[in-house]
């Protein structure tokens, strides 16, 4: 991946001071990130007016943004069966031991990698766990002033949809895939942007030529044997209401198009998106307290035995948020693959 081998060269050179927020080694990366983002986008952004120099300060935004944020990853656990009766956030994601298993197994990109002749001698791999988090209003017993109750109001938090991705051999690879995920997410963003532009575009195209079409179809009935039946006046109304409409959307049309007419506005709506990174991806970290049965439990409340934990989550403008936790994988955990004759016979 070229964004990857770029992020590697990135994340070696030196980390930045306080007072320095990007150094001169960093600093020395700023034209090959713009050419990356240039060519993930549209080449001809090189031919923009100001290439790169209006460009710099919104990629540079961007990779500072990026190091932060992938700087800010979770600690990493250990993913296994054992730590599920161990690991606070392991035993409350995974509703039973042998679904950490599951998921171990079920893992294509963890597999491929194990099975990859390159890494025979690697025996653990970094990964991103992800997952879902709901919550429902569930009626429990609690204490309430020294009485218990058995129709407290409670908070049910569950997790689902648990999968492993970007399997790396370290840390430091781990952190350069996240790192590429993001910017390309960026780039995403802009690209979509600019299509919803198009597609705006098109739809009011298409709503031009059909008022001109309905236009044309009432003015003709001034000529037609209609003419003979309706007062001249009977459709005035509606042929006043047409063209009003399409006024407007040959207006709006006009506003559309000229507003991607050049690559030089092109090039503003790549720069706005890079500009303000946090508009579109951010990353939070809550401090959780579950019981065994996953109600949100209060400090000094209930019973038994609970799970603390700090919930990270990433959230994407637009989308439902999804846990995330830093894992590490060991080969000797992995299950065998399964085999699929003998998973159909088990339905038949």
Same mark, same amino acid.
């Given at each position: 991946?070229?964004?990857?081998? /770029?992020?590697?060269?990135? /994340?070696?050179?030196?980390?930045?001071?306080?007072?320095?927020?990007?150094?001169?080694?960093?600093?020395?990366?700023?034209?090959?990130?713009?050419?990356?983002?240039?060519?993930?986008?549209?080449?001809?952004?090189?031919?923009?007016?100001?290439?790169?120099?209006?460009?710099?300060?919104?990629?540079?935004?961007?990779? $500072?943004?990026?190091?932060?944020?992938?700087? %800010?990853? &979770?600690?990493?656990?250990?993913?296994?069966? +054992? @730590?599920?009766?161990? %690991?606070?956030?392991?035993? @409350?994601?995974?509703?039973?031991?042998?679904?950490?298993?599951?998921?171990?197994?079920?893992?294509?990109?963890? =597999?491929?990698?194990?099975? %990859?002749?390159?890494?025979?001698?690697?025996?653990?791999?970094?990964?991103?766990?992800?997952? =879902?988090?709901?919550?429902?209003?569930?009626?429990?017993? #609690?204490?309430?002033? +020294?009485?218990?109750?058995?129709?407290?109001?409670?908070?049910?938090?569950?997790?689902?949809?648990?999968?492993? $991705? !970007?399997?790396?051999?370290?840390?430091? +690879?781990?952190?350069?895939?996240?790192? @590429?995920?993001?910017?390309?997410? !960026?780039?995403?963003?802009?690209?979509?942007?600019?299509?919803?532009?198009?597609?705006?575009?098109?739809?009011?195209?298409?709503?031009?030529?059909?008022?001109?079409?309905?236009? =044309?179809?009432? #003015?003709?009935?001034?000529?037609?044997?209609?003419? *003979?039946?309706? &007062?001249?006046?009977?459709?005035?109304?509606?042929?006043?209401?047409?063209? #009003?409409?399409?006024?407007?959307?040959?207006?709006? !049309?006009?506003?559309? =198009?000229?507003?991607? #007419?050049?690559?030089? %506005?092109?090039?503003?709506?790549?720069?706005?998106?890079?500009?303000?990174?946090?508009?579109?991806?951010?990353?939070?970290?809550?401090?959780?307290?579950?019981?065994?049965?996953?109600?949100?439990?209060?400090?000094?409340?209930?019973?038994?035995?609970?799970?603390? /934990?700090? *919930?990270?989550?990433?959230?994407?403008?637009?989308?439902?948020?999804?846990?995330?936790?830093?894992?590490?994988?060991?080969?000797?955990?992995?299950? &065998?693959?399964?085999?699929?004759?003998?998973?159909?016979?088990?339905?038949?």
């Amino acid at each position: 991946m070229v964004f990857f081998e /770029f992020l590697a060269r990135f /994340f070696r050179a030196a980390e930045p001071a306080a007072s320095e927020p990007f150094p001169p080694p960093l600093a020395a990366l700023l034209p090959e990130a713009m050419a990356l983002v240039a060519d993930s986008l549209d080449p001809r952004l090189r031919l923009a007016a100001g290439y790169p120099h209006v460009l710099e300060p919104a990629v540079r935004r961007s990779l $500072i943004f990026l190091r932060a944020l992938t700087g %800010d990853l &979770p600690a990493p656990r250990r993913l296994a069966p +054992g @730590a599920w009766g161990t %690991d606070p956030l392991v035993n @409350a994601v995974f509703a039973q031991r042998d679904d950490v298993t599951t998921t171990l197994g079920r893992s294509e990109a963890l =597999r491929e990698f194990f099975v %990859d002749a390159s890494r025979v001698a690697v025996d653990e791999a970094w990964a991103i766990l992800v997952f =879902r988090r709901a919550e429902r209003t569930v009626l429990g017993m #609690a204490l309430d002033g +020294g009485l218990l109750r058995q129709d407290v109001a409670q908070t049910q938090v569950s997790f689902t949809d648990q999968r492993l $991705i !970007l399997p790396a051999a370290d840390h430091a +690879g781990l952190r350069y895939a996240v790192g @590429a995920r993001v910017l390309q997410r !960026l780039i995403n963003v802009a690209l979509e942007r600019i299509e919803g532009i198009q597609k705006r575009g098109l739809r009011l195209a298409d709503r031009k030529a059909f008022l001109a079409t309905r236009r =044309r179809r009432l #003015a003709s009935r001034a000529a037609s044997l209609e003419a *003979l039946l309706d &007062p001249p006046e009977a459709h005035a109304e509606e042929l006043a209401a047409v063209d #009003a409409e399409l006024e407007e959307t040959q207006s709006n !049309l006009g506003a559309t =198009r000229s507003s991607l #007419a050049t690559v030089e %506005d092109y090039l503003a709506q790549v720069i706005e998106v890079l500009n303000h990174p946090e508009q579109h991806i951010r990353v939070t970290h809550t401090p959780t307290r579950l019981d065994r049965l996953g109600v949100v439990a209060q400090q000094g409340q209930g019973s038994g035995a609970t799970n603390e /934990f700090v *919930l990270t989550e990433i959230h994407l403008a637009g989308q439902e948020p999804r846990g995330i936790a830093v894992v590490r994988c060991a080969r000797a955990d992995m299950p &065998p693959p399964e085999d699929p004759l003998a998973t159909a016979a088990r339905y038949l």
